[in-house]
């Protein structure tokens, strides 16, 4: 079972992914990522690499120590 935060993480993820090739003029037009990537791809690495997408809470944004 997915956790809920692990799922916003990886819709956030493909929405920047997806706002970066529309800067570089790779898409076109408009579409709906969620139809054409399954998020369960970005979570199985997610879950294999946790390191490689998360921050020690002391690096995280917004934080001061």
Do not use: W
């Not at 692990?6 to 993820?13: E, H, K, Q, T, V």
């Not at 997610?46 to 934080?63: C, E, N, Q, V």
Request: with cysteine; glycine share 4%; net charge positive.
């Amino acid at each position: 079972m997915r956790s809920p935060s692990s799922y916003s993480l990886a819709r956030r993820l493909i929405r920047r992914r997806k706002r970066c090739v529309q800067r570089l003029g790779v898409i076109k037009t408009v579409f709906d990522v969620n139809k054409h990537i399954e998020p369960k791809y970005i979570l199985s690495v997610m879950k294999t690499y946790p390191d490689l997408f998360f921050r020690p809470a002391a690096h995280s944004r917004g934080r001061r120590d």
